[in-house]
């Protein structure tokens, strides 16, 4: 297909949907987060076991994506976009009525299933339809629906948790996919998407064999999944943290982490001059450095708010990364941008919910500081590896 410039009302029009889309995948996977002291009361579970609800979301939103690469290649991105946020509103609504931490935990799955079928796809719907020069500048712009979500999503469930209880916020997370269902079903421009064509097993195992040929791409989700674990790893740890030292609760636990989305909203509006003036590799090691040094500061358990202002740094650092990884994988395969970057999405995600139980461990064994520290060294080391491996892009083509 051949890509479109982005200022066509065509391409504005699918960012908006897209951002829509976004929004309401990242507005429900970081709402839980702030909540999990509470719900761990109010279910009478132990808090390091509520804390992975967070996995149980991202795992399956990893395990999916082997399976809605291909079905987004072969019967359509903008198809497979709608049903499952169709289903990811489903599912949250009936995590507002679940009964016991065992019944949310399955329907934490199948959300995180569901909201799998969201980002990833977006990415390359725009990777086929906006010209390569033009893709990290719109990637920017939709990452600020992604990253207001995860704003909202933090600071919206921990202000309100006191007022709606948990059951209301699960409740509005579902009332927001609803509205992006019916913005997907009915916004879409199909009159632009490829035609559907037959999916096979064999055919799709074959696809992921040949991207994953591409020495390029491998780096790229090696990349992705160490930078999950590293980063992501503390989130749903932090209330908790913030509990056991005294300062504050879900309020608290939702403001800090909301830094976290701050800081990606510095990024976007930024992305231009710093694809400009500093470029790839300098992108990717002032991102490594820029975490590196945060969550150095968080290790270092002082006030909520040194961990707000230091969680916006590390927002900011890991955009740096991680978008410049998201513009390189929606180019490492042309012909089967879907499933390239499902893939991208299955290693980020496995990441980020293994994350969660080494960090869990790391903590109980090591203390805060020691474990952030060992994150901030492999982040630092991560920016500086891939600004070498990656720092001369060549166009790459399914061999």
């Known amino acids: ?20 889309a976004g929004f309401a995948s990242t507005f429900a996977g970081r709402s839980i987060e702030p909540l999990v002291g509470v719900l761990a009361r109010d279910l009478a579970s132990d808090p390091h ?16 994506q082997p399976v809605l690469g291909p079905l987004g290649d072969g019967l359509g991105k903008e198809r497979i976009v709608a049903i499952c946020l169709g289903v990811l509103a489903l599912a949250l609504g009936c995590c507002a009525l679940a009964p016991d931490i065992a019944s949310l935990f399955w329907l934490r799955i199948l959300a995180g299933a569901a909201a799998g079928g969201v980002v990833p796809l977006a990415l390359a719907l725009m990777g086929d339809r906006i010209a390569l020069a033009h893709r990290q500048v719109a990637i920017g712009r939709f990452l600020v629906a992604v990253i207001l979500g995860q704003l909202s999503g933090s600071t919206f469930a921990g202000l309100i948790e006191a007022t709606v209880g948990w059951r209301g916020v699960m409740a509005i997370t579902a009332a927001v996919a609803v ?19 037959r999916v096979g097993v064999r055919e799709a195992v074959a ?15 090696a990349a992705v999944f160490v930078e999950a674990i590293a980063v992501f790893g503390i989130f749903p740890h932090l209330a908790p943290l913030l509990e056991a030292r005294g300062e504050g609760g879900p309020r608290e636990a939702g403001l800090a982490l909301a830094g976290f989305a701050a800081g990606g909203l510095i990024y976007s509006a930024c992305v231009g001059l710093f694809v400009r003036h500093l470029g790839l590799s300098r992108m990717l090691m002032a991102g490594g450095t820029i975490c590196a040094g945060a969550l150095l500061v968080i290790g270092m358990a002082s006030r909520w708010q040194v961990d707000a202002a230091a969680l916006v740094a590390l927002g900011l ?4 990364l991680h978008n410049s990884f ?20 299955f290693s980020f995600f496995c990441g980020q919910a293994l994350g969660v139980a080494i960090l869990g461990g790391a903590l109980q064994a090591l203390g805060q500081f ?20 990656l720092g001369r892009p060549t166009p790459m083509k399914m061999p």
């Open 1 to 20: 297909m051949t890509a479109a410039p982005p200022a066509t009302s065509s391409a504005t029009r699918l960012i908006v949907i897209l951002s829509v």
């Open 49 to 64: 076991t509520v804390a992975l609800l967070s996995t149980a979301f991202a795992l399956p939103y990893a395990l999916i």
């Open 179 to 197: 509205a992006a269902a019916a913005a997907a079903l009915f916004g879409f421009d199909r009159t632009a998407a490829a035609p559907p064509r």
């Open 207 to 221: 696809r992921y064999r040949t991207i994953v040929a591409i020495p390029r791409a491998r780096v790229l989700f």
């Open 317 to 320: 650092g890991f955009y740096l």
């Open 326 to 345: 998201q513009v390189q994988v929606t180019e490492v395969a042309p012909t089967a941008r879907a499933s390239a970057v499902a893939l991208h999405a």
């Open 370 to 389: 020691a474990s952030l520290g060992l994150c901030a060294l492999v982040t630092l080391g991560l920016g500086l590896v891939t600004a070498r491996l």
